[in-house]
């Protein structure tokens, strides 16, 4: 028998609209139109694919389910081009509205690196190799 193999990673949003505006922001390639749908996906390159599902999605087959507090578990990360490209990127979602939380810096493990936070409070790092 094979070992699971990795297919999709879900994010649980409060507002689907908002979200998807972000990750759109970020380059994801996601369907028009889908503002109102209860669940989305996309496919990533490699075929790994990215959902997200509303709250009440989660809570009709979860009754239990409540919105996490505290720090993050996990985050999605996205490579940009270069140092300069991160710097870049982490401006235009901040000139956006959206909440930078550790801004632009060259980081000890050699990578040029940022965190902004989602609609949802969920941190989405920026990196790039330095240069």
């Not at 990750?23 to 996309?42: I, K, N």
């Not at 991160?86 to 000139?95: G, N, Q, S």
Request: hydrophobic content about 45%; aromatic content about 10%.
């Amino acid at each position: 028998m094979n070992a699971p193999r990795l297919d999709v990673i879900g994010l649980v949003v409060a507002d689907m609209a908002a979200s998807l505006a972000f990750y759109r922001r970020l380059g994801l390639g996601l369907p028009a139109g889908a503002e109102d749908a209860p669940h989305v996906e996309a496919v990533l390159p490699g075929g790994l694919r990215i959902a997200w599902d509303t709250e009440e999605v989660v809570r009709s087959y979860d009754p239990e389910w409540t919105r996490p507090r505290g720090g993050d578990r996990m985050g999605p990360a996205f490579r940009c081009d270069s140092p300069g490209h991160v710097d870049a990127v982490y401006e235009d979602l901040v000139a956006a509205g959206y909440r930078g939380h550790l801004k632009p810096w060259d980081a000890f493990w050699g990578q040029r690196y940022a965190v902004v936070l989602d609609p949802d409070g969920c941190g989405v790092s920026l990196f790039a190799d330095a240069a």
